[in-house]
């Protein structure tokens, strides 16, 4: 096979060492042009040396000191900023994996897609606000966008293109997160710890907090709908608690594909570093036996709203699917700074989704734009909250 050349955003995270772990398991030749982390310059470095990259990039400029001290004496080239993300996305590659996490990703993902090749899509966020934009970009650039989240990458290795028409429905499963069998009472006490520690995936804080609201969930049914162009009302989700099949679709006929596999993202990412050839995983492997049996149950809709507001924002449109997700992104990071209790997550986004600021979206720039002052609505929203409990307390 010719020699591939690859970048990682957001290499120093859950997805990008995964990434550089099949990577390395490769007998192929590949070439690191650029990787990129947001703080962590010490990981960062050290991947770069390893996997002599051409390009280390730092997005918080506070760092970039650290990072140049620390491949001082290489040949390994830096940058910071938003400007260096963006320019590392544009660096010439066949296959560039977008792990980046939040609306962060945006920009450089859309820089990946304009250069051609193959895009390798973590990075759910801006599928979510600008999917349609996204994927405009990759048929105008002629780039092949391989989904790598585990449900879409299943429903992507067992759909049939020429039978699309057939498809009745795509079946996204779900474990429903460490919080699957609590009670309200309990999920209102829920701290953070608690919250991350998810049953079968180890990942990055802010998808773990989402698998625990199942916020994951209701964003995936938005990032299916845009991958698959598939009709909102065929997307169910189906609560899995073993993550063994990762998803499913249904054709007329009443077959059922199902892709499985073991709780373990280098299946997902050695299928996207290969296709259309297979690769070797050097991850986990499933073993029925000791597996036993796979379960299955409904959803609940009321412990996990979540996932019908994802329906009403798909048939609001765009604006509400960026606010749904600008919202999260706030929400989710004042309840793992103690600001919002693990319920008021849920509160706060329904709250800024209903009463979401109006706006153009047509372009990324707007998008980018529209999400800051969703940002901005929230942050102020979470403050009220703040107030008002205080006074709540203060009467007691
Ligand atoms: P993570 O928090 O572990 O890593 C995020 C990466 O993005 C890091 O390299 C970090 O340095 C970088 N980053 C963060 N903020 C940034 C910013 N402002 N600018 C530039 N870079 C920034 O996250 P993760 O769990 O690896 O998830 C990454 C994406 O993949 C998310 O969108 C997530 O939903 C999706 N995803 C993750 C998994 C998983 O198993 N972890 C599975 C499916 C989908
Ligand atoms: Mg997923």
């Not at 010439?92 to 994996?97: E, G, L």
């Not at 069998?181 to 990055?204: I, R």
């Not at 297979?278 to 499933?286: H, S």
Request: glycine share 6%; net charge negative.
């Amino acid at each position: 096979m010719a020699v591939k050349n690859i970048s990682i955003l957001g290499s120093t995270g859950s997805v990008g060492k995964s990434t550089i772990k099949v990577i390395q398991a490769q007998k192929d030749n590949y070439n690191i042009q650029a990787i990129t982390a947001n703080t962590n310059w010490k990981l960062l470095a050290e991947q770069a040396i390893l996997l002599k990259a051409k390009r280390a990039v730092i997005a918080d400029e506070n760092y970039f000191e650290d990072l140049k001290k620390a491949l001082a004496g290489t040949d390994i080239e830096i940058a910071a900023g938003e400007k260096g993300l963006v320019e590392a996305a544009a660096m010439p590659a066949d296959w560039i994996m977008a792990a980046i996490v939040g609306m962060a990703g945006l920009k450089p993902l859309m820089v990946a897609i304009e250069q051609g090749g193959v895009v390798a899509i973590a990075n759910k966020e801006p599928l979510v606000a600008a999917g349609a934009l996204v994927l405009d970009a990759a048929k105008k650039a002629g780039t092949i966008i391989l989904p790598v989240d585990s449900e879409h990458n299943a429903v992507f290795q067992v759909f049939e293109t020429d039978n699309k028409k057939s498809i009745e429905r795509i079946i996204l499963t779900a474990s429903g997160g460490p919080f699957r069998k609590h009670s309200l009472e309990d999920m209102a006490k829920a701290t953070p710890e608690q919250a991350l520690a998810h049953p079968n995936w180890s990942m990055g804080d802010k998808i773990s907090i989402d698998s625990a609201t199942m916020m994951n969930k209701a964003l995936e049914i938005i990032e299916a709908r845009h991958l698959f162009d598939i009709e909102p009302h065929k997307i169910e989700v189906m609560i899995h608690p073993q993550s063994v099949i990762h998803s499913m679709v249904e054709y007329s006929d009443g077959s059922i594909l199902a892709q499985m596999g073991a709780s373990d993202m280098s299946t997902p990412i050695t299928n996207v570093l290969g296709y259309p050839t297979r690769l070797k995983t050097p991850g986990q492997k499933l073993d029925f036996i000791q597996m036993k049996r796979l379960d299955f149950e409904a959803l609940d809709e009321e412990r996990f709203p979540s996932i019908r507001l994802a329906y009403d924002c798909l048939k609001e449109g765009q604006e509400a699917c960026i606010a749904l997700n600008a919202a999260n992104e706030i929400a989710v990071s004042s309840f793992l700074n103690h600001k919002i209790a693990f319920l008021d997550i849920y509160k706060v986004v329904l709250n800024n989704v209903k009463n979401r600021p109006s706006g153009l979206v047509d372009t990324i720039e707007n998008i980018l734009l529209y999400d800051k002052s969703v940002r901005k609505q929230t942050e102020s929203y979470i403050v009220s909250l703040d107030s008002n409990s205080a006074n709540m307390a203060a009467k007691h």
